[in-house]
């Protein structure tokens, strides 16, 4: 069965710390997607960053950044130089692409960020 | 802009009432998704619509129903609704399968719903 597994409910980081945020997956389709997507708390789920099965290279946008390590299958979140801002739910989804574009998602971490 | 619009943020119902949550998209968008988000458990697909009258069960359709008419726009129904539903309410729209890529889901702003 396919899943995605969140370990951090939550997390404490102090400002412009980096702070790395744990999803590990699994899957038996070779052929797969992988998202991050914050929700503050007005509710709203805004999409980070995204890495394909294929791709050769660890993702990057702007500060976010996903440690993909493909072998362990695990699709870690680093967020450098922290800010107040990024206090949010965080959630991990994988997509399937032979299943229409579906996400699981996992249970989130919230992350908080001490001034 | 991408927007997803949902009617409601806020809804409250009485058990055994029948609930519309509406869900429309501008993007042109063939896929809408009806997800439900409860503490620890993350987001759970509830149902899928991949065309017009076209719709396919998630992970929980039980309880629930949907209608898709117009390709914009996308409803869940609750036939009759519980205390067991109390929760928050996502719907999402994004392009259909065109090969590996990014093709990100786009969220509403949610609605959250409390069945007395």
């Known amino acids: 069965a396919q899943k995605i597994t969140q370990t951090q409910p939550g997390m404490f980081v102090q400002e412009k710390e980096a702070v790395t945020l744990d999803c590990t997956y699994d899957t038996s389709d070779p052929s797969y997607g992988l998202f991050w997507y914050k929700q503050p708390s007005s509710g709203e789920m805004i999409f980070l960053i995204y890495?394909?099965?294929?791709?050769?290279q660890n993702a990057t946008e702007g500060r976010y950044s996903l440690n993909f390590q493909k072998a362990r299958k695990s699709a870690n979140l680093v967020i450098s130089a922290s800010q107040l801002g990024d206090s949010a739910m965080y959630f991990c989804a994988m997509r399937r692409y032979n299943q229409g574009g579906k996400l699981i998602f996992g249970q989130g971490t919230e992350l908080s960020v001490k001034p | 802009d991408v927007k997803v619009t949902q009617s409601s943020r806020y809804l409250v119902k009485r058990t055994g009432e029948k609930v519309f949550l509406e869900c429309v998209q501008d993007?042109?968008?063939?896929?809408m998704f009806w997800y439900r988000q409860d503490p620890g458990l993350g987001l759970r697909l509830i149902y899928f619509?991949?065309?017009?009258?076209?719709?396919e069960k998630g992970d929980i359709p039980e309880g629930y129903s949907v209608s898709r008419e117009k390709k914009e726009r996308f409803s869940l129904i609750l036939e009759s609704a519980s205390t067991n539903q109390t929760s928050m309410y996502l719907c999402?729209?994004?392009?259909?399968?065109?090969?590996?890529?990014?093709?990100?889901?786009?969220f509403g702003p949610g609605t959250r719903l409390t069945v007395l």
């Open positions: 619509s991949y065309d017009v009258k076209m719709k």
């Open positions: 993007m042109d968008h063939e896929n």
């Open positions: 999402a729209s994004s392009f259909g399968e065109t090969g590996r890529g990014l093709n990100e889901q786009f």
């Open positions: 890495q394909g099965s294929y791709d050769q």
